[in-house]
């Protein structure tokens, strides 16, 4: 029986690009403000910044890579030695846009009146910061005690433990194929694949079951099937 629904956060419940976006436009006007060295400075430049330490760092917390990519925004106009006044300028800003996609809260609703519902996150997106207070039974969050990010089992151990209840009767939903969808199942709970884009479907898994708007998640939950759909496809 499905008892706990636990959903990722950034791009499942939040709509997090334009939070982000708005967050790095902070950064870069004030970066042109102090010095006329920015002045050549892109937001294009800025995005990019990210993937090029992502790689090395994407086992660290993810404000930390942030800070590394905000590192490598800042030496493009000689401002290195102000990392934290910038830092604390684009989290400040990011928070403040971050919030849940029109779909989120009526789904959320409907669902607790059936489910016990949770919040599990490798990211920043604390779900008070979010406009999502109050929603979750329970959360839970990479390197908060030294967890691991998704997908290491460790994760979804943690997820279970905080549940309380067998990971047969968990289903995780979310919108990363490899985080949200074949981990989680690999850890024995069930996964549905949140797929707002419309992408293909990767070869050789199949999820319980796939959405494209949470509010259709309601009803999809409601006709799962017992037991977990197979495992390759």
Request: glycine share 8%.
């Amino acid at each position: 029986m499905l008892t706990t629904v636990v959903f990722d956060a950034d791009e499942t419940l939040l709509d997090l690009r334009p939070a982000v976006t708005g967050g790095l436009v902070a950064v870069l006007d004030e970066m042109r403000r102090r010095t006329p060295a920015a002045a050549a400075v892109t937001l294009a430049e800025l995005e990019s910044d990210w993937g090029a330490v992502f790689g090395e760092l994407s086992a660290a917390p993810v404000a930390e890579i942030r800070r590394a990519a905000l590192a490598r925004s800042l030496a493009r106009a000689g401002l290195d030695d102000h990392l934290d006044e910038f830092a604390a300028l684009f989290f400040a800003r990011r928070f403040a846009l971050t919030r849940p996609f029109p779909d989120v809260r009526a789904a959320l609703a409907a669902l607790r009146a059936r489910y016990t519902l949770g919040f599990a996150t490798n990211g920043n997106s604390r779900a008070e910061r979010c406009g999502l207070a109050g929603e979750f039974t329970f959360e839970v969050y990479a390197h908060e005690n030294g967890l691991p990010k998704k997908p290491a089992p460790q994760f979804y151990a943690a997820v279970v433990a905080a549940a309380g209840v067998p990971a047969s009767q968990i289903v995780y939903v979310g919108d990363s194929w490899v985080h949200d969808v074949v981990a989680p199942r690999m850890a024995g709970l069930r996964s549905v694949w949140l797929n707002r884009a419309g992408l293909p479907r990767p070869d050789g898994f199949v999820p319980d079951a796939e959405v494209s708007t949470m509010a259709d998640l309601p009803g999809v939950l409601a006709d799962l099937p017992a037991g977990l759909a197979a495992g390759a496809g």
